[in-house]
């Protein structure tokens, strides 16, 4: 077998709670505009569109509870979202069986430099820009399905610097998470190691240096985030 040309990158984890071994992160899809009421702040009609997803990179995965600010944006947005991590995967794959590939759930955040988003999204080009920047998916630790079941409602919340700025409940999204991993599944081959951020309720906004951003899903768990 060759030598690589030099070493490999090192493989994105999670941790999982209450185990001693990793979650290795192999993609990242982000549903977008999956809560009605984040969809209409937004500036669209959540009835009329079926679902889409983007990416993030594996390494946009940070869980060292900081979130630097990054560079050429003066505009980024928190969004608190349910991150799904899958145990198994497949193409095709039925809603009826589309749990039975969930291995866990955990909090995470999908920040956004929103500027660099509105930009692309007028000039009609990708997201990735605004999106899969470094450290952009500060996440928490992962439970298992086999803990928590598959929950289908659970108060989700952010608070910045005290301040609640998220509220919604599982229950609100618009495409539940059997009916995104099978809508994925028809276009791409799923698998292990792949997470699924399953979207945000409204309330997105602007984040400084010096803010504190406290994450939490009931029954899953939360996550503190500074950002430096």
């Not at 003066?74 to 039925?94: F, Q, R, Y």
Request: glycine share 10%.
């Amino acid at each position: 077998m060759p030598d690589f040309a030099f070493p490999p990158a090192k493989t994105t984890t999670l941790p999982i709670q209450d185990r001693d071994v990793l979650f290795p992160v192999r993609r990242i899809y982000c549903i977008g505009r999956n809560y009605a009421d984040h969809a209409i702040e937004m500036g669209h009609d959540p009835d009329k569109e079926p679902p889409f997803f983007f990416q993030k990179n594996p390494d946009n995965a940070d869980t060292s509870g900081v979130f630097p600010y990054p560079a050429e944006t003066s505009d980024v947005h928190h969004e608190v979202e349910l991150a799904v991590a899958l145990g198994s995967g497949g193409t095709d794959i039925p809603e009826s069986t589309a749990l039975s590939h969930v291995f866990g759930y955990g909090v995470a955040l999908d920040m956004t430099r929103r500027d660099l988003q509105g930009q692309m999204k007028k000039a009609g080009r990708p997201w990735e820009i605004g999106k899969a920047f470094e450290r952009s998916a500060p996440m928490g630790a992962l439970v298992t399905a086999d803990r928590v079941g598959h929950p289908e409602n659970g108060a989700i919340t952010l608070h910045v610097n005290g301040d609640l700025r998220q509220s919604g409940d599982l229950n609100q999204m618009i495409w539940k998470v059997p009916q995104m991993i099978a809508w994925l599944s028809r276009f791409y081959t799923l698998a292990a190691g792949d997470v699924i951020l399953s979207g945000t309720p409204a309330g997105v906004a602007a984040v400084k240096r010096g803010d504190r951003m406290e994450a939490a899903i009931d029954g899953i768990g939360a996550l503190s985030v500074e950002v430096t």
